[in-house]
């Protein structure tokens, strides 16, 4: 099946930092989403791409749909302890304007912020 | 309060016991998914169902079952259970499509 690799794994950062994670698949989509998962719960989404270029917003999360298609990147500004959780990546190709498909996920990246 | 809803939360159970964790939506949504989630691998979809009685084949559906006989329920259902199926599930419903999940809490499943 479709590989989805997002990097880094894991990161320890001072409340305040930027962070910067990122997904590069074997193949390409048309629909690019990125979760957030807090611990003992569920992921929810936070933000979704739709065509290759977008740069998107939601308050200080920006993520962009890459060029090739095949990239995806999630930066937070200024962190919070909040922020603390599993990120995930997720892929989603849709063929023939249906908007039900399959969502290849990325392994997530634990982000740890200290006060 | 809309919400997707799964029981049991915990589960310990032994190799080969049959178990049926239960998902249940109350927004009325056309589309549910299971997923497990293991560490380092992310999510993977074991199975979805895009409306009663149509369901088919995520990732990883081996060692699975599902049934859609009512809209607002989607159980998943382990037969003979193995070690390998130890794992985090989550379900999930929409109302158009994939893009739009939303998650259900988690179950946390341990078999010896």
């Known amino acids: 099946g479709q590989q989805l690799n997002q990097s880094p794994q894991s990161m320890f950062i001072q409340e305040g930092e930027d962070v910067s994670m990122n997904c590069t698949s074997s193949?390409?989509?048309?629909?690019w989403l990125w979760y957030k998962q807090d611990p003992g719960e569920g992921p929810v989404l936070l933000i979704a791409?739709?065509?290759?270029?977008e740069l998107t917003s939601n308050g200080r999360l920006t993520a962009q749909f890459g060029i090739t298609r095949k990239d995806s990147f999630l930066n937070i500004s200024a962190s919070i302890p909040s922020d603390v959780g599993i990120y995930f990546c997720?892929?989603?190709?849709?063929?023939?304007?249906?908007?039900?498909?399959?969502?290849?996920f990325g392994q997530g990246t634990i982000l740890t912020v200290h006060p | 309060e809309a919400q997707v809803t799964q029981n049991p939360r915990y589960l310990i159970t032994v190799t080969g016991k049959k178990l049926t964790v239960t998902c249940s939506q109350n927004m009325n949504h056309e589309y549910m998914s299971w997923y497990r989630q293991d560490p380092g691998l992310g999510l993977r979809q074991i199975y979805y169902s895009m409306n009663v009685e149509v369901t088919d084949k995520g990732d990883v559906p081996e060692g699975y079952k599902v049934s859609r006989k009512e809209k607002r329920n989607f159980p998943l259902i382990l037969e003979s259970p193995s070690p390998n199926q130890t794992s985090l599930y989550f379900c999930a419903s929409s109302v158009s499509g994939v893009k739009t999940q939303y998650f259900g809490p988690g179950t946390r499943l341990l078999v010896l």
């Open positions: 791409l739709y065509k290759a270029g």
């Open positions: 997720a892929g989603l190709f849709l063929a023939g304007g249906t908007s039900y498909g399959k969502l290849t």
């Open positions: 193949s390409i989509f048309n629909t």
